[in-house]
């Protein structure tokens, strides 16, 4: 399955999936999609959904890919709860080396929860004051307001 005006690159390790020359445990594809389970798992179901075209980061992927996409995460999320029983579930993506993303075409996880699985993802802290995080959502909105348009600026 694929489509020739996809952007691909050889060297990436996801795109070699989707091409079929390495495996993978496959869960579900459609003619955007693949969705395989991480060799590595936060927890047993840990799968990565990910477009067919070679996207590096979410700034990358075209606004077009987004329904494609959503549609995927929600099939397999159902199939995860209905097959292990899951309480919830973590839809987590990873940009850039900063924020421990390891391979650079764009992937979604999808982490099966159970109440009591000990696992620790979040630790959030307030903010020092409350005029601190006005502040910052003001000129947050300003900037947005001052032209930024579909996440699509230089990073
Ligand atoms: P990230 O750190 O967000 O870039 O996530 C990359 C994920 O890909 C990690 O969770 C890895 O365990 C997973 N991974 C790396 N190689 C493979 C592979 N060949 N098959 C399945 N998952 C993989
Ligand atoms: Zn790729």
């Not at 869960?27 to 060799?39: C, M, P, Q």
């Not at 979410?58 to 999320?77: C, S, Y």
């Not at 993506?93 to 391979?103: I, K, L, M, R, Y």
Request: with cysteine; aromatic share 8%; glycine share 10%.
């Amino acid at each position: 399955m694929g489509r020739a005006d996809r952007p691909v690159d050889e060297g990436c390790l996801f795109c070699r999936i989707i091409a079929g020359a390495l495996p993978c445990a496959r869960v579900y594809e459609d003619e955007h999609v693949l969705a395989f389970l991480d060799i590595n798992p936060m927890a047993p179901g840990h799968t990565l959904v990910v477009l067919r075209g070679h996207y590096p980061t979410l700034l990358d992927v075209p606004p077009g890919e987004a329904g494609h996409l959503f549609t995927a995460l929600k099939i397999v999320t159902v199939a995860l709860r209905a097959e292990l029983r899951l309480e919830g579930f973590h839809c987590l993506q990873n940009n850039f080396s900063a924020a421990g993303q390891t391979v650079f075409h764009a992937h979604w996880h999808l982490i099966p929860r159970t109440a009591h699985d000990g696992l620790a993802l979040w630790a959030g802290r307030p903010y020092a004051d409350g005029d601190q995080m006005r502040r910052l959502a003001e000129s947050l909105s300003s900037r947005i307001a001052g032209g930024l348009s579909g996440g699509t600026h230089e990073w």
